[in-house]
């Protein structure tokens, strides 16, 4: 670590440090962190990693870290790469949108504090969410702390339960659904939708050692409130985009139920 022109150095080995935190003087204004690891090969069977899994990790660490640029070297060939979105989680949607989108890219952001139980301790929540429709292309991908989550948790549920809820409220509103129509289901949604979240919080609560999903009570309310509010907010000033999307949206329904007949016939 480099930093206040004095560098700091600490090596470790199967989790135990192995050195005293070794401090010295630098005399350059560097200031950031370099680590080096290598694989333990009495833990891991298979220790060559190809080089796309590292592109993916630090394409997605630049994603929700905006304006950093992350540069990964290949020292085999010699190849450099760089990763940088100024704009964060919103560059991402409007990446994989391509510009081929229906609509364009809504964000939007809130904190708060509450608690998974009445028991357990107050703590802090900070979430940010992109999302645009698109027939092309659908995403669903979701960060906590720095971390992909790969099946979501919290934060999936949260979605699923907020775009339902308001979705079939504007169709109601705006007296879409036909006579004796069933309700959308989120597939119908999902099927159009790119969408990015990118939480934070001072407590986590993670469902197994993998850490591909949380399963924050306090994380997932929140989280839903916050969608509704401001898909709600989305609706009434983007008049032109909500009709194209409920308009899909019954498209896709319509769609799912027909070929679900046609298997069941």
Not at 52 to 57: M, N, P, S, V, Y
Not at 135 to 149: D, G, P, Q
Not at 166 to 191: G, L, M, P, T, V
């Amino acid at each position: 670590v480099f930093r206040d022109h004095t560098k700091y150095e600490m090596s470790f080995k199967k989790g135990e440090p192995v050195t005293e935190l070794i401090q010295s003087p630098y005399r350059f204004n560097r200031t950031g962190t370099i680590q080096r690891w290598k694989p333990d090969t009495e833990v891991f069977t298979e220790i060559l990693i190809p080089l796309d899994t590292f592109k993916e990790i630090i394409k997605r660490q630049s994603v929700i870290n905006s304006g950093i640029e992350f540069i990964l070297k290949d020292a085999e060939t010699g190849e450099e790469f760089s990763f940088i979105y100024p704009e964060g989680i919103k560059g991402y949607v409007d990446e994989l949108n391509g510009m081929k989108g229906f609509t364009e890219t809504y964000t939007f952001s809130g904190e708060g504090k509450g608690r998974d139980k009445e028991d357990r301790d107050e703590y802090k929540v900070r979430a940010e969410v992109a999302f645009c429709f698109n027939n092309e292309v659908n995403a669903l991908e979701y960060f906590h702390n720095s971390s992909f989550l790969e099946h979501g948790g919290s934060p999936d549920k949260a979605v699923r339960n907020a775009f339902v809820a308001e979705i079939d409220k504007q169709i109601k509103q705006r007296d879409k659904y036909k006579a004796n129509e069933s309700k959308i289901i989120f597939q119908d949604i999902a099927d159009s939708l790119i969408l990015v979240t990118n939480t934070f919080s001072t407590q986590t609560s993670y469902e197994n050692q993998t850490k591909k999903a949380i399963n924050n009570k306090f994380i997932q309310d929140f989280m839903t409130q916050l969608i509704r509010d401001n898909l709600e907010i989305w609706f009434i000033e983007n008049k032109d985009f909500a009709a194209k999307t409920i308009e899909q949206i019954l498209i896709n329904k319509r769609a799912r139920e027909n070929a679900e007949k046609t298997k069941v016939n």
